[in-house]
């Protein structure tokens, strides 16, 4: 139902910035939260941020919160994660997904919840 497509990845040094995109294909993009996540080797994948579907809600990790921000283009069927003062512990490879429940009232953080996944994006910062 959903295909995600991230790009914009890359190196930056630290305390720069960086902007994510998310591409979905389709018409019913709209009806579903959108979630980034992220994942470094050997760690687990980790939750960033979420938008809901009616394009009003936000939610943050605490660990980006402040520095990163979520949107949402429905007419581009696009999904953004502005990531800015980026720390090198921000490295990992970012996925945006869709939430597994079309038009879900409340935002998740559980990667369990998603199940439509981008191919993810390589994101490293130096020191």
């Known amino acids: 139902q959903v295909q995600l497509v991230e790009s914009g990845g890359g190196l930056v040094q630290a305390g720069g910035s960086l902007r994510l995109s998310c591409a979905a294909s389709?018409?019913?993009?709209?009806?579903?939260?959108i979630g980034w996540f992220r994942q470094a080797p050997g760690k687990e994948r980790e939750f960033v941020a979420a938008?809901?579907?009616?394009?009003?809600?936000?939610y943050y990790a605490d660990s980006v919160k402040g520095r990163f921000i979520i949107s949402r283009d429905n007419a581009k069927s696009t999904v953004y994660l502005q990531m800015n003062s980026l720390k090198p512990e921000d490295t990992a490879v970012y996925y945006c997904?869709?939430?597994?429940?079309?038009?879900?009232?409340?935002?998740?953080?559980?990667?369990?919840?998603?199940?439509?996944w981008g191919q993810g994006t390589q994101v490293t910062v130096s020191s």
């Open positions: 997904a869709a939430d597994g429940v079309p038009r879900r009232p409340v935002l998740t953080t559980t990667r369990w919840t998603y199940i439509y």
């Open positions: 389709g018409r019913t993009f709209s009806n579903y939260n």
């Open positions: 938008v809901g579907w009616s394009t009003g809600s936000t």
